[in-house]
């Protein structure tokens, strides 16, 4: 195993490499345990680079078997070959010369998915972030572009189809019983982005003619026996192509895209030129096995890495520390393709749960980076919600300060000027700044600094002078590395509402505020309105249009106004939240003092007014009744958290809601739309409301019949497993929901996917009795403990959804991901430090469990030889 060298990379220190690569030709022959890799690759020595300067390239656990310099073999005194790095010396001065390198690799022991390796019988690759020196030695990072040829030999009945990026060029028997084919990608790129596919698999095939007329066959590559389960991916991908076109002007450039799907996979998808390897989760679907949450995923990601192909692929990054330049900018494209797919409201209320449950924690605890982080120890663990996330909320800022209209116009300098390159947020925000004539030099620090910012907010009305005042002031909390920070620039969307429901038109008295969008730039600002009719009620940050703490007194009485009126359907939305999440702090403190609870009834009656007015779209009273999640509970609270207080309470707000509407919810849960399955948002959204009311209905009975009903007579997996969770959940132990999980079981017993949300239902239950169901399933002999998607939906469910299981109070939950982790990190490093950061926010928890967590934290540190992704990880999470 590679271990922690402990060497820091700072961006700082960012230098070109001494030779220039101009192509390199890749030859494969593959064999499970011997697959030989033949290099050539023409290079020349920059200009200014010293005579002697030596050609270093990057591996990684490789051994080399022989090198060439054009053609001919190398004295052994003239280069160095470690399993991390070769290095050449004595090469020509000027002109282009071949290094030919020849590597022999074991796709079978690869057990990291980092390189090359097979699953279930098919080889297939994953590059990014440092994956092609497992492969061969090469200068393996992303600002090292060429024009790759890949051949690839392997037997006929071991791989049927070898891909590779690029369009085909052709291919034939090789000698007995084996073949061959050839591919040439005329796009220089990096070697993140290189990928070989080669597979016994099955295939759908399609067709798209982009906008200036040219034909593109489009290939899905599933398992054998799934291709009836690939139609949605492919519709994603045709309706994807299409709106690139419109909505950024981007066409595709090859005459193929293909997709792969693999079932043991690291990431969700990866967007390789011309041929995207996805993990299968994210491609497989039909209504049987997958919910319409699938549906939505396979959408966002088929879209996400489609989209990657111009912002990513035809752009790269100059080096890693710019990673969110494709991955910030790629993921606020797909949220656009998604909000113009479905409904853009209640997407976008989704896109501000995930970034409050994930990306808010990391910017409050130990593992706290800034968008373009400025150093690292392994870039294996800077993809993080930071990073896709919030650096998709940083261009949805530049997009509400510039408008739609100067972003499209920055939007398109940027692919005309930098196509072909390895570019920088640097040259990304230059662009805006250009098209615009605006100034982003203090906006740029959102790359810069980490943290949550916070501003507080206060309004005063003057009755007499028909005056209203709002201040703002910016506050940003230290961070690790970032002990001062400097003032940001924070566009916070804003409305006046008056008290007939109304919005007020006018015009603060400042120019700091335009298009109604306060520009927050100093420590303090006032901005006065005049000629308000009557006290309005300020909605601000109006469809979370910075990614920021708004700290307001506001009563309940003007929430409620912004509920009932806000023209902005996320800020009804945000309202609602904010009452309920206010309650909910309130009762679990009271809950952890062991004081009385409250009654929950001014919320209950907003829920359940909400649940039943017609008005209002199913997908988006959806939201409204789901309650904020105990982890949203425990972010808000802050410290001294027990998560059994925050459980107990939200528990007993639940019981109080679901009683007050009993009516409502048992006529709701029967709502789910009739007839054949269709994934679109409509019936998405009324099975969502059906879901939520089930839950409700079910509590207010304090009975499983009804869950166990909708569970046997279901004919679709949402349904399906939205009545498995509400009998997992609320009724553990009772014959009904012993019943439903054992059938489950069974029926799905050939489909890993499915029986991944079987695991992970039960992972969540609520209660310390969970951790030894999670050991028992863990140890039952068919639990895979290789497959990636499984481990994330045992043990990943458990550690970070289930927040009383996890959490028990004896410790019971963190030795276990602390054992695993250890485990998991001998063969697969990624995995293992992923699922560790589920113990981030260990510092906020009260004493006991505290203590328990860092005695965990510290039995990994002291478990012996660590991969780097895991000791850097649990370092962070330890130092003070
Ligand atoms: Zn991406």
Same mark, same amino acid.
């Given at each position: ?422 570019? #920088?947020? /640097?040259?990304? *925000? !230059?662009?805006?700044?250009?098209? =615009?004539?605006?100034? +982003?030099?203090?906006?740029? %620090?959102? @790359? ?22 709002? #201040?703002? /002031?910016?506050? *940003? !909390?230290?961070?690790?590395?970032? =002990?001062?920070?400097? +003032?940001?620039?924070?566009? %916070?969307? @804003? ?386």
């Amino acid at each position: 195993m590679r271990t922690e060298t402990g060497q820091v990379y700072k961006l700082t220190d960012y230098k070109p490499t001494d030779f220039v690569v101009e192509r390199i030709d890749l030859t494969f022959e593959l064999d499970p345990k011997e697959t030989t890799v033949v290099s050539r690759v023409i290079l020349h020595r920059r200009e200014g680079v010293a005579a002697d300067a030596p050609l270093v390239f990057d591996g990684d656990e490789l051994t080399l078997d022989s090198l060439q310099i054009d053609g001919n073999d190398i004295d052994a005194s003239l280069y160095e070959a470690t399993p991390d790095s070769l290095t050449i010396r004595g090469l020509p001065e000027s002109g282009p010369f071949e290094v030919t390198v020849n590597t022999t690799i074991s796709p079978d022991t690869n057990t990291k998915l980092m390189g090359l390796y097979r699953t279930n019988g098919v080889y297939c690759t994953q590059c990014e972030a440092e994956g092609f020196r497992r492969i061969t030695y090469f200068y393996d990072r992303p600002d090292v572009l060429a024009v790759y040829t890949v051949t690839i030999i392997a037997g006929k009945d071991d791989a049927k189809y070898l891909l590779s990026n690029g369009n085909f060029l052709g291919g034939g028997n090789y000698d007995e019983g084996r073949h061959f084919s050839a591919w040439f990608d005329p796009h220089p790129k990096p070697s993140y982005l290189f990928a070989l596919v080669g597979g016994d698999l099955g295939l759908i095939e399609d067709s798209f003619t982009t906008m200036s007329g040219r034909e593109v066959a489009l290939k899905i590559y599933v398992e054998h026996g799934k291709e009836g389960r690939a139609g949605y991916a492919m519709d994603a991908l045709k309706r994807s192509m299409k709106w690139d076109e419109e909505v950024f002007g981007r066409e595709y450039d090859l005459d193929i895209f293909q997709i792969v799907a693999v079932s043991d996979f690291n990431m969700g998808a990866m967007e390789n030129k011309g041929l995207n390897v996805f993990n299968d989760k994210y491609v497989l679907a039909d209504p049987e096995t997958a919910t319409d949450a699938d549906y939505a995923n396979i959408e966002a990601i088929i879209a996400h890495e489609y989209f990657h192909n111009w912002t990513g692929n035809r752009i790269t990054c100059r080096d890693w520390f710019q990673l969110c330049l494709k991955e910030g900018l790629t993921v606020y494209r797909d949220h656009a393709f998604s909000a113009d797919q479905r409904s853009a409201a209640v997407k976008r209320i989704a896109e501000i749960r995930l970034l409050k449950a994930h990306q808010f924690p990391e910017d409050a605890g130990p593992l706290a980076h800034p968008v373009r982080p400025e150093t690292y120890k392994e870039i294996n663990n800077f993809y993080t919600a930071t990073v896709y996330e919030k650096g998709s909320e940083v261009v949805r800022m530049i997009r509400t300060i510039l408008g739609a209209d100067d972003f499209r116009k920055g939007m398109d300098l940027y692919f005309e000027r930098h196509d072909g390159d390895a570019a #920088t947020i /640097e040259d990304f *925000l !230059a662009c805006f700044a250009e098209a =615009s004539g605006r100034d +982003l030099k203090q906006f740029a %620090l959102w @790359y810069s600094q980490a943290g949550t910012p916070s501003v507080s907010v206060s309004t005063a009305w003057n009755e007499a002078a028909k005056t209203f005042k709002v #201040t703002l /002031e910016q506050s *940003l !909390a230290p961070t690790p590395g970032q =002990s001062r920070k400097a +003032l940001m620039h924070i566009p %916070l969307a @804003y409305g006046l509402i008056l008290p007939d429901g109304s919005e007020f038109d006018g015009q603060p008295d400042t120019d700091d505020a335009e298009n109604g969008v306060f520009h927050l730039t100093k420590r303090k600002q006032t901005f006065t309105f005049a000629n308000v009719p009557g006290r309005p009620v300020l909605s601000i940050n109006r469809s979370f249009s910075a990614p920021v703490n708004i700290a307001m007194e506001q009563s309940a009485a003007d929430l409620a106004h912004i509920a009932r009126h806000d023209s902005d359907g996320v800020s009804r939305w945000q309202a609602l939240n904010e009452q309920a999440m206010r309650h909910l702090v309130a009762v679990s403190k009271l809950a952890r003092d062991g004081r009385n609870l409250p009654s929950a009834k001014e919320l209950a009656d907003i829920l359940v007014a909400t649940a039943s007015d017609e008005s209002l779209e199913p997908a988006f009273r959806a939201q409204a009744l789901m309650l904020p999640a105990e982890s949203d509970i425990a972010r808000e609270i802050g410290s001294n958290i027990d998560p059994e207080a925050i459980h107990t309470a939200r528990e007993a707000v639940l019981s109080e809601v679901a009683g007050s509407g009993i009516e409502v919810f048992t006529r709701l849960a029967d709502s789910a739309p009739e007839g054949p399955y269709s994934p679109d948002a409509a019936d998405a959204g009324m099975r969502a409301l059906a879901g939520v009311a089930l839950a409700y209905a079910s509590i207010a009975e304090a009975h499983p019949a009804r869950a166990k009903a909708a569970y046997d007579k279901s004919d679709n997996m949402t349904v399906m497993s939205q009545a498995l969770q509400v009998l997992a959940h609320q009724f553990p132990g009772s014959d009904e929901a012993a019943d439903a999980l054992a059938g489950f079981k069974s029926r799905f017993a050939g489909d890993p996917l499915v029986l991944d949300k079987w695991y992970s239902i039960q992972a969540m239950t609520p209660g310390a009795q969970t951790c030894a169901r999670v050991e028992e399933l863990l140890n039952s002999d068919d639990f895979d403990r290789t497959n990636p998607n499984r481990m994330r939906s045992l043990i990943g469910s458990f550690s970070a959804g289930n927040p009383t299981g996890f959490n028990a109070a004896d410790g019971a939950g963190y030795r276990l991901l602390a054992r695993e982790v250890v485990d998991i990190d001998k063969r697969n490093p990624q995995l293992a430090a992923r699922l560790l950061t589920a113990m981030r926010s260990w510092r906020s928890l009260e004493a006991g469990r505290q203590e328990l967590a860092r005695l965990a934290l510290v039995s990994i540190r002291e478990a012996g030889e660590l991969s780097p992704d895991v000791g850097d990880i649990v370092d962070r999470m330890l130092a003070n």
